[in-house]
């Protein structure tokens, strides 16, 4: 997705979550009356209207977006991204994604039905081969505030310090490396999912365990 003012992305999201808030409420036991159907046709129309100002200010087509925010239906809140920081010999795992070619703490969106630490673990055994165990919570950073560019979600990224307890290097699906890294010598980051400042506060909660959790 192209750069986009980070308030009007904002603002188009909001309308977003206004239209979907309101096709969730109108004419279901809320909402019984005669108008419900009216109602239900002005908030498809807001929502068609920010994703086609998305269309125009990005390189993301229309359909694409119409896709994804309607894939996400109900009330709407913050997606939730799981992060595990793995750490061997003072070197922190990440792996290689196929879809940037970029390097990335291993994580994704949290499933639903699972615990937050089962989320993150999954996470790490699907994309880098290793079995880890999820040790603590470093942080809570809104996505928004750390991590552009900018995404037509609103998320809030989980990252958990973890320890290996098993398994062996292994490529995935949407993985093509897997390695460890010195904090002085990263590699090319995909930015969105993780960037060198997240990583040098893992190194902090990893050398210090005693460490508060961070959030925004």
């Known amino acids: ?34 108008n419900a159907t009216f109602d239900r046709e002005r908030y498809e129309e807001i929502g068609d209207i920010a994703a086609q100002l998305i269309a125009l200010h990005t390189d993301a087509p229309l359909a694409e977006i119409h896709k994804a925010w309607r894939d996400d239906d109900g009330y709407v809140t913050p997606k939730i991204d799981v992060r595990g920081a793995v750490f061997r010999d003072d070197k922190i795992l990440l792996v290689r994604e196929r879809s940037d070619g970029k390097w990335t703490c291993p994580g994704g969106w949290a499933d639903l039905n699972e615990l937050p630490t089962q989320s993150v673990e999954k996470e790490i055994r699907e994309e880098s081969g290793f079995v880890a165990k999820a040790v603590k919570v470093a942080a809570v950073y809104d996505r928004n505030l750390r991590n552009p560019p900018a995404s037509i979600f609103h998320s809030w990224k989980c990252f958990f310090i973890c320890e290996i307890v098993g398994g062996a290097p292994q490529l995935s699906d949407e993985t093509d490396g897997v390695d460890f890294f010195a904090h002085d010598a990263l590699p090319d980051l995909s930015l969105g999912r993780t960037n060198p400042w997240q990583i040098e506060r893992m190194y902090a909660h990893h050398r210090d365990r005693t460490l508060p959790t961070e959030f925004d």
């Open 1 to 34: 997705m192209s750069e986009i003012d980070s308030n009007t992305l904002n603002l188009l999201r909001r309308l977003f979550a206004l239209s979907r808030t309101g096709l969730h409420f109108a004419g279901n036991e809320y909402r019984p009356d005669a």
